[in-house]
């Protein structure tokens, strides 16, 4: 008896409860969620007992678990757009994950007897897929796009002073995507709580139609939603303009205007704005306070960046009116091994590793952002190119958007554009990728046109665009003259021709390089290869090989450099992803991609150097590949690359020098062109620093950088590795918050005994994490491993991997303990606040 009321009350405790003091509450519903794959109607009830289901944090991504198998939406297709003709079994194409099915989430709330009256809302920041949504057993919305924000009207259904029942019900067909999409409540999931008069979800409109020197204007749209028979002018609205750091900049109370029927119009002027822009990314906040008479009714706050966007023809794209080139990366929305999930801990990481290397967008193929990703970009400065669909009315995989297209995708734009459009870091709009709707002439301008009308009406700022791979199908039906700006997925050898036909007079490189590599991995001789397959599933990281649409880095950056009207380009991709292990269509395992500059753990392959020397050129980059630790080569024709900022640098092995060599700027797109420039790397020369006959022999490998004038400022040396000795543990983050989701990234490495990298080390490795926090997962970056993200063991590749530690509620300290057979083990503490 005793036992069973204590019970009691400890369910009564974990049961969350809505907060309602203000005239507006949010609350995010991340604990106390019962999750399982079963199906029935009956788990909508509220009083289905779902107490033997598994307690999950919410976001959370079912199919991230595994097991991997090749059997998991395993799609027998022949992939058009890659060129094949005949259908193959595609086995890791989705990433060899198990996201296909029905999935269940429920959560148990209490909602106080103040919220009698008040309006509530449900918003979903995105649910993988197929949403069907019930409260108290009543289905209250459904939304189908995984990707995508939206919200429910849940006041009809809420009972105040009781215990409330949400569940969620979701479905993910299989062939429904060509990546691992991730399933599940993946995103954040609130309640807001409102007066019957309040301002609705993602009710402000921020513009700043004039940026001059030394002033902005800023104007504020603030929508209301009344009860019947009230008008705005019945309510007065007071909006004050603060700088971030809370100083009052400007400020305005007006009554409702009689003429505007739903909205507020209010205008500000801000004198000497800071704007925005990724070296700068300067906010500001709007925050509004709606008045029923004396009575406060709402309070909103709406963050924004004073900046300005042009495309002027010929001349390029211009923020703040100076000419900005997209040094931009396309990224996939998962973050490698915590799957789908949108995890702020992750996303910053990822902005963090890409800033260093100097690039300056992301574009978020092919699908809608997480808001987690967006605030981060308009913070740590990263401008973004937000993208929706991967499909229009034309199919690409069986069960994909084209299903839903004609009922969908207004209302999927719409949520897009009207959650973000007061973002500074967006700063276009993408439509679709590679929409087969291409090819028809009769439907692909239309449809082009319908989409980026929507965009124009739903925010007038921001060009609009599309990344387009048929580029003489669209020059010549009009798609590409459709658009604002005309965006070329590869074929740069096309990019001259279409610029001059086309109307816009620019070019964007929307998606780029498709480049493909293996972390650590090298393989001779070093050929220029196309399509290239090894036993191993690895693809070479001399950088040098790529798919048969696509190309090398250098190709594409001699256009956007050569040239006003190349606006830049987004490569694909920033960081590996899961699923589409090009070219290892057919060869299990292999479930994630090679594409990325950086690899699945986060941990940079060469190509980040590479692309470091040239995007981030007021830093020293001084790069050397590949490793020195060839034995068997020894004599053998083994050439070294060397990426840096500096124009040229000589190599020496064990001493001897092998040459100086400069960077070849008489390289142009004219005098490259050819088949045999292609193959003996001409372009290359023009960016990268290559011996290509050196010879191996163990021992010491340096290079001496000069600058312009011929004088040596920097040195790098590396050494034949001796037998793996120790382990290195290093955090990206050794202070993390409280609160049971910052995560720490740690990187693993296995070095000799003088502290060489192993760059062949293959040991396991176990870890234990002891105090406030626990082991969350880890990748070794390695497309062909099975091991699975979670269980606290795993091999190093080519010497490294990342562990993720994760904080506990509790502050205090945590040890991440590691250790391997034969190694010296390592303990490193975090601290947790
Ligand atoms: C593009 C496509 C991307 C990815 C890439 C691989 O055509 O837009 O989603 O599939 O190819 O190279």
Not at 670 to 697: C, G, H, P, V
Request: charged fraction near 25%.
């Amino acid at each position: 008896m005793k036992g069973k009321l204590k019970l009691a009350v400890i369910s009564l405790l974990a049961i969350p409860m809505l907060l309602q003091a203000q005239v507006r509450t949010e609350q995010t519903f991340k604990k106390g969620w019962k999750f399982t794959r079963e199906d029935s109607k009956d788990f909508s009830r509220q009083d289905y007992n779902d107490a033997k289901w598994q307690s999950v944090t919410v976001p959370h991504d079912w199919a991230i678990y595994g097991p991997f198998s090749v059997n998991n939406d395993k799609q027998n297709v022949a992939i058009a757009q890659d060129g094949q003709k005949e259908a193959m079994e595609h086995a890791g194409r989705t990433g060899g994950l198990p996201f296909v099915g029905v999935g269940w989430y429920r959560l148990n709330f209490e909602a106080p007897a103040s919220m009698a009256g008040k309006k509530a809302t449900l918003v979903f920041d995105g649910a993988m897929s197929h949403a069907r949504v019930y409260i108290n057993g009543q289905e209250a919305g459904y939304w189908p796009y995984g990707y995508n924000s939206f919200f429910v009207d849940a006041t009809p259904y809420l009972k105040a002073n009781e215990v409330n029942t949400l569940a969620v019900r979701l479905e993910n067909e299989s062939e429904s995507s060509r990546w691992y999409p991730g399933a599940g409540l993946y995103r954040n999931v609130h309640l807001v709580i409102n007066e019957d008069v309040h301002i609705p979800v993602w009710g402000t409109v921020v513009t700043t139609p004039v940026v001059e020197e030394g002033f902005a204007r800023v104007n504020v749209k603030t929508e209301l939603v009344m009860p019947e028979g009230k008008k705005v002018s019945d309510y007065r609205i007071v909006t004050q303009v603060k700088r971030a750091d809370g100083k009052m900049l400007a400020s305005d109370d007006r009554p409702g205007n009689k003429l505007d029927a739903t909205f507020f119009n209010q205008n500000f002027v801000i004198y000497n704005p800071s704007l925005w822009s990724p070296d700068s990314p300067v906010l500001y906040t709007a925050e509004t306070k709606i008045y029923e008479g004396d009575v406060l009714k709402d309070e909103y706050t709406t963050r924004f960046g004073i900046r300005t966007l042009e495309i002027i023809p010929d001349k390029g794209f211009f923020l703040n009116g100076k000419m900005t080139k997209f040094r931009g990366v396309c990224n996939h929305h998962d973050l490698g091994p915590l799957g789908g999930i949108a995890n702020e801990a992750g996303i910053r990481r990822q902005i963090r590793i890409l800033k260093d290397m100097g690039c300056n967008a992301i574009r978020t193929s092919h699908n809608m952002p997480a808001p987690e990703l967006i605030r981060a970009c308009d913070e740590m400065g990263m401008m973004v190119m937000a993208e929706s669909f991967d499909e229009w009315k034309g199919a690409k995989v069986q069960n994909g958007y084209h299903k839903i297209f004609d009922e969908w995708v207004e209302k999927d734009l719409v949520n897009l554009i009207r959650h973000y459009r007061n973002n500074p870091s967006i700063v276009m709009w993408c439509i679709g990728n590679e929409v087969p709707d291409q090819w028809n002439g009769n439907r692909g301008p239309k449809l082009s046109r319908m989409l980026q009308d929507i965009c124009h009406r739903e925010d007038p700022t921001r060009p609009v665009t599309q990344g387009m791979d048929a580029p003489d199908a669209v020059v010549n039906n009009n798609m590409a003259a459709v658009m604002d700006v005309a965006g070329f997925n590869y074929r740069p050898h096309k990019y001259l021709e279409n610029y001059k036909k086309l109307p816009q007079c620019i070019v964007l490189g929307s998606e780029t390089a498709s480049t493909v590599s293996s972390r650590g991995v090298y393989k001779f001789p070093v050929e220029r290869r196309s399509m290239q397959k090894y036993p191993d599933h690895q693809s070479s990281s001399y950088d040098v090989e790529h798919c048969g649409w696509s190309n090398l880095p250098e190709d594409d950056w001699i256009w956007h450099e050569d040239n006003t009207w190349c606006i830049g380009e987004f490569v694909w991709t920033g960081f590996d992803y899961l699923g589409e292990p090009t070219p290892y269509y057919t060869d299990w395992p292999s479930h994630s991609s090679l594409f990325g500059i950086v690899d699945l753990a986060g941990l940079p392959k060469d190509r980040f150097y590479l692309y470091r020397s040239h995007w981030n050129p007021g830093k020293e980059t001084l790069h050397i590949l590949p490793h020195w630790n060839w034995e068997g080569r020894e004599g053998e024709v083994t050439p070294v690359f060397v990426y840096t900022n500096y124009p040229s640098a000589e190599l020496f092995i064990n001493g001897k020098s092998q040459g100086k060599r400069s960077k070849d700027l008489s390289v142009t797109v004219e005098n490259s062109k050819d088949s045999i420039s292609t193959a003996e790397f001409k372009r290359q020369q023009r960016y990268r620093l290559m011996w290509m006959d050196t010879r191996y022999e163990p021992g010491s490998i340096k290079v001496v950088a000069y600058d312009k004038d011929g004088k040596a400022v920097a040195e790098k040396e590396m050494h034949t590795a001796g037998a793996p000795h120790h382990i290195e543990l290093v955090a990206d983050r050794t202070t993390i918050d409280a609160g049971g989701e910052d995560l720490s990234f740690v990187t693993v490495k296995v070095v000799d005994k003088d502290g060489n990298l192993c760059p062949l080390a293959d040991n396991e490795i176990r870890f234990k994490v002891k105090g406030a926090g626990f082991y969350r997962a880890g990748a070794n970056g390695n497309p062909a491993s099975l091991e699975s993200f979670q269980v606290p063991r795993m091999k190093v590749f080519n010497g490294m991997m990342t562990a993720i530690v994760a904080a506990t509620d509790k502050p205090g300290e945590i040890l991440l303990e590691a250790t391997g057979k034969g190694l010296q083990k390592a303990v490193l503490k975090l601290e947790s606040k």
